[in-house]
């Protein structure tokens, strides 16, 4: 479950506190992206310092993305942090005229999917089904709305968010509110690199990651119910 954050030209930013929170539910690996001067640029791989120092210079006229990445499919890797330019380059930072998508969610069939879907030469991993998004999102918006999964595409000109759930937090966009509870999730830092390989450091990754994910799940179930409970105002769909 990761986060995606999303903050429209000449809105709200999010604040240390904030960001400081979503890194730490979400510890393997950051991003951030913003359009300017007609191009769309973008970093991963980065730390929370990095991202603050960037957002303080980014114009206000600028559609920011932030990306703060839970690995669930693929290596934990500043290769497999998002954003991600449209055609799926693990460039760790670059600027593109075509656009960069950012992704929360799991998408289940994404193999079966880019097999049946791409006609080019399909690139070499290492992969996620978020950079597999990516490659699929060379074939239109169409194919974003019909994965069904909390996507923004970030173009030149705009910002436009695909799928359901996106939510209104103080002024700028997330994709989920889990990152405001506390789990406790290791973060295994500068060794993220040794779970590539099959090792006892892949192994300990794995354990902590199978017993996050049965916490989660409770924990959710928790944070729903709260949230049930409170008066949140209309979040509504954001699609622009």
Not at 111 to 132: C, H, N, Q, T, Y
Not at 167 to 173: C, E, T
């Amino acid at each position: 479950m990761c986060l995606v954050i999303v903050s429209k030209r000449n809105q709200s930013r999010p604040d240390h506190d904030i960001l400081k929170q979503s890194v730490a539910s979400n510890p393997h690996g950051n991003g951030i992206a913003w359009n300017a001067k007609g191009k769309v640029y973008w970093r991963k791989g980065i730390t929370l310092d990095d991202i603050v120092s960037m957002l303080a210079l980014i114009p206000a006229e600028s559609n920011v993305v932030i990306h703060n990445r839970l690995a669930t499919v693929g290596e934990a890797s500043s290769a497999l942090c998002h954003p991600f330019p449209i055609g799926g380059s693990l460039a760790l930072e670059g600027n593109t005229r075509d656009g960069i998508i950012a992704h929360n969610g799991h998408m289940h069939n994404w193999r079966e999917l880019l097999l049946a879907v791409s006609k080019a030469r399909i690139p070499r991993g290492p992969w996620s089904d978020s950079r597999a998004i990516a490659i699929l999102a060379r074939y239109g918006n169409g194919v974003l709305e019909l994965v069904d999964e909390k996507i923004v595409l970030l173009t030149p000109k705009r910002v436009k968010l695909f799928g359901s759930g996106w939510k209104d937090h103080n002024g700028f966009i997330v994709s989920n509110l889990n990152f405001q509870v506390s789990y406790g999730y290791p973060t295994l830092g500068v060794s993220i690199p040794l779970v590539n390989k099959r090792s006892e450091a892949n192994q300990t990754f794995e354990d902590a990651r199978n017993g996050y994910f049965e916490s989660l799940a409770k924990e959710r179930n928790e944070l729903r119910e709260e949230i049930r409970n409170r008066s949140l105002g209309d979040w509504g769909h954001w699609s622009e």
